[in-house]
């Protein structure tokens, strides 16, 4: 079992940065790949980033490449989203996600970004 805490979201304006912070305990942290995933009120939950367990290899929804970084610190038990040039479309709920066997959730970060 493992738990995740998501922290790091708020209000930006268009352009603007935000860094997202998902502190997991519990279990061995470098055992598990880690994500990210958001979800946009009316819509489906949407798959944003993700990382290997040792961090070598990253992955990215086509919306977010070139603005948004995911990685990870075994040292701190965390996973880290920077996101920048945030657009209004990047509105949503930001969930952490710990995937060995099973999916793990986090309770989620509200990013909202005004036009």
Do not use: H
Not at 5 to 23: D, F, I, K, N, Y
């Amino acid at each position: 079992q493992v738990q995740l805490v998501e922290s790091g979201g708020g209000l930006v304006q268009t352009g603007g940065s935000l860094r997202l912070s998902c502190a997991a305990s519990g279990r061995t942290f470098s055992n598990y790949a880690m994500g990210w995933f958001r979800q946009a009120p009316g819509k489906e939950r949407e798959f944003v980033a993700a990382i290997s367990r040792r961090g070598g290899s990253t992955y990215y929804a086509d919306s977010v490449k070139g603005r948004f970084t995911i990685s990870r610190d075994s040292a701190k038990n965390t996973v880290y989203l920077q996101m920048n040039g945030l657009k209004p479309e990047d509105t949503a709920v930001y969930y952490c996600n710990a995937q060995l066997l099973r999916s793990y959730w986090g309770q989620g970060t509200q990013v909202t970004v005004s036009s």
